[in-house]
């Protein structure tokens, strides 16, 4: 059976030689024998001139089908390229889809106490953020991952304001990865995340990204906010109580009814007239440095 088509590519070459045969050599002899009253050397230059037209057909011929041949290579090879691409790419979001469900299911592993599995969890966060770095697809689904995992897993109820609960090693971990994704709202973002309700006492946001988050009803007591960027975010009814707030940016935020801030923990801060404050507490008199 593998003989087959080297067979054939060998009757089709001895077939185009038959061909070429009869046209360049056969041909011309035919017509120059039809000179009846010319001589022999004058039937000999009527061959050699019909031969060397016919030879110049074919050589334009054989160009043409060259140039055929070159362009329907090049289709071909493009439509290869694009064949091999698609199957790459989707052989890489069924990768990215298999390290995603392994990534949720140690961010949601219990312990036989039915305990949360911290260090598991922990792993699950960064092996999220990886993913989210590496796939600009599956970026905000595991965003929203994140931020439902803190609400969930870290509701402020559980927090209240008389005996302060810190949140957990892996809340702490979501958070600061949440701080530095590589998008914000309006720059690779097209949604607010949702930190709504959650508690997120003496986390470490300092210089964390959380431009036009919604932390309505959170409690950011004992946080630390140093340099955080929480520009026209949501503070409804949020706890500030002991947060460190120097140098944060809160230019646009609404913190109207936030409760537990005070002036002296906006001293530092960087705040302006768009930033609506409760009716007790003033905007610190030096500028934002």
Same mark, same amino acid.
């Given at each position: 059976m593998t003989l087959v088509p080297l067979i054939l590519e060998i009757a089709g070459v001895l077939?185009?030689?038959?061909i070429l045969f009869v046209f360049l050599w056969v041909l011309p002899k035919r017509q120059a024998s039809k000179l009846m009253q010319a001589t022999d050397k004058e039937r000999f230059e009527a061959e050699n001139a019909a031969r060397d037209t016919l030879s110049k057909v074919v050589t334009g011929v054989l160009l043409l089908l060259t140039i055929l041949i070159s362009f329907e290579s090049a289709r071909i090879a493009q439509q290869s390229s694009l064949i091999a691409q698609r199957s790459a790419q989707i052989t890489q979001d069924g990768q990215f889809a298999d390290r995603f469900t392994k990534a949720m299911d140690l961010l949601a592993k219990v312990n036989a106490d039915s305990s949360r599995a911290l260090e598991s969890r922990v792993g699950g966060a960064? &092996?999220?953020e990886r993913i989210a770095n590496d796939s600009e697809s599956d970026y905000w689904p595991v965003v929203e991952a994140l931020t439902t995992y803190v609400r969930m897993n870290s509701p402020a109820a559980e927090s209240p304001d008389e005996s302060p609960k810190p949140a957990n090693i892996d809340i702490r971990t979501v958070m600061t990865i949440i701080g530095r994704? $590589? +998008?914000?709202y309006l720059d690779g973002e097209g949604r607010q995340i949702e930190l709504t309700f959650a508690n997120l006492t003496s986390v470490n946001?300092?210089?964390? +990204?959380?431009?036009?988050?919604?932390?309505?009803?959170? $409690? #950011?007591? #004992? &946080?630390?906010? $140093?340099?955080a960027h929480l520009e026209h975010g949501s503070f409804r009814d949020a706890r500030f109580s002991q947060?460190?707030?120097d140098g944060a940016h809160l230019e646009g935020a609404d913190l109207a009814t936030a409760r537990g801030l005070t002036t002296e923990q906006l001293r530092m &801060?960087?705040?302006d007239g768009t930033t609506s404050l409760p009716p007790d507490v003033h905007a610190p008199s030096q500028p934002c440095r």
């Open positions: 077939l185009a030689m038959g960064y &092996a999220l994704r $590589k +998008h914000n946001l300092e210089g964390a +990204h959380l431009q036009w988050a919604r932390l309505d009803g959170s $409690k #950011l007591t #004992l &946080a630390r906010l $140093k340099n947060a460190i707030l &801060a960087c705040v």
